[in-house]
């Protein structure tokens, strides 16, 4: 599977979790990857992993997208919106492996397919804050 397709899930799975209690998740992101056709094991782990790695760093994300967005806190966001926010701030502060233009060039893909008129715009826009924040120091060591 291509790394967008990947994305697309992760985002998938963030989403998901929105609508289940803390202690189900472990359950449904095992229901749900079960769900992906001929999904190759190590693109399983490569999901549960990345997925794992921005629930944890959630409150991080969502304090620096707090930060940057003007009459936009997370609070009032789109849930689809918040993911796919949620997902390219991880890759660009801390998945090395990720270039910063490739993960908001993949949002913004991700935003046309699932987002809203507006979305694309937005996340671009976000995206571009968190990448000049990260350029002047302001990301976690």
């Known amino acids: 599977m291509g790394r967008r397709g990947l994305r697309?899930?992760?985002f998938k799975l963030l989403f998901m979790s929105g609508f289940h209690p803390e202690e189900e998740l472990a359950d449904q992101v095992a229901i749900y990857l079960e769900g992906v056709e001929a999904l190759q094991k190590e693109d399983g782990e490569y999901m549960q992993k990345k997925y794992a790695g921005i629930r944890e760093k959630m409150p991080e994300i969502d304090g620096q997208l707090n930060e940057?967005?003007?009459?936009?806190?997370?609070?009032?966001?789109?849930?689809?919106?918040?993911?796919?926010?949620?997902?390219?701030?991880?890759?660009?502060?801390?998945?090395?492996?990720?270039?910063?233009?490739?993960?908001?060039?993949?949002?913004?893909?991700?935003?046309?397919?699932?987002?809203?008129?507006?979305?694309?715009?937005?996340?671009?826009?976000?995206?571009?804050?968190?990448?000049?924040?990260?350029?002047?120091?302001?990301?976690?060591?």
């Open 68 to 141: 940057i967005s003007r009459g936009w806190k997370t609070s009032r966001m789109s849930r689809v919106d918040l993911n796919i926010l949620r997902l390219a701030a991880y890759e660009i502060r801390y998945d090395p492996e990720v270039p910063e233009k490739v993960a908001a060039n993949e949002a913004v893909e991700i935003a046309k397919k699932y987002g809203g008129e507006e979305s694309a715009s937005f996340i671009n826009g976000l995206l571009g804050k968190v990448i000049r924040s990260a350029h002047n120091g302001e990301e976690d060591p």
């Open 8 to 10: 697309e899930h992760i």
